[in-house]
Nanobody, 125 residues
Framework: VQLQASGGGLVQAGDSLRLSCAAS????????MGWFRQAPGKEREFVAF????????YYADSLKGRFTVSRDNRKNTMYLQIDSLKPEDTAVYYC???????????????????WGQGTQLTVSS
């Protein structure tokens, strides 16, 4: 499956933004999907996760409340809604997919087999 993240840009602190991740090549319904982000000079970190076909979601503890992940399997698209944006949210945001029954922590970059190219989000103060 090929993934394409989009929706980033330059926004003001306090704004809201929705990122999209479109899948092509095959349906992403069977895949568990994740969002990660990587700020300059930092490691890529887990943001959110959505189970394949199901409706369970998980978020990084530090980001709960401002981030909401959703998916539309009919459109083969996943979304990340970010509210009350902060300058520290500035990063490249990546979407990723892992086989539904594959092993590994959902928080780990290494658990995901497919990655989009990332979309830059810059939040100005």
């Amino acid at each position: 499956v090929q993934l394409q993240a989009s929706g980033g840009g330059l926004v003001q602190a306090g704004d809201s933004l929705r990122l999209s991740c479109a899948a092509s090549g095959r349906s992403f319904g069977p895949y568990d999907m994740g969002w990660f982000r990587q700020a300059p000079g930092k490691e890529r970190e887990f943001v959110a996760f959505f189970t394949g076909h199901g409706s369970r979601t998980y978020y990084a503890d530090s980001l709960k409340g401002r981030f909401t992940v959703s998916r539309d399997n009919r459109k083969n698209t996943m979304y990340l809604q970010i509210d009350s944006l902060k300058p520290e949210d500035t990063a490249v945001y990546y979407c990723a997919a892992k086989g539904r029954y594959s092993s590994g922590s959902i928080h780990s970059v290494a658990s995901y087999s497919y990655w989009g190219q990332g979309t830059q989000l810059t939040v100005s103060s």
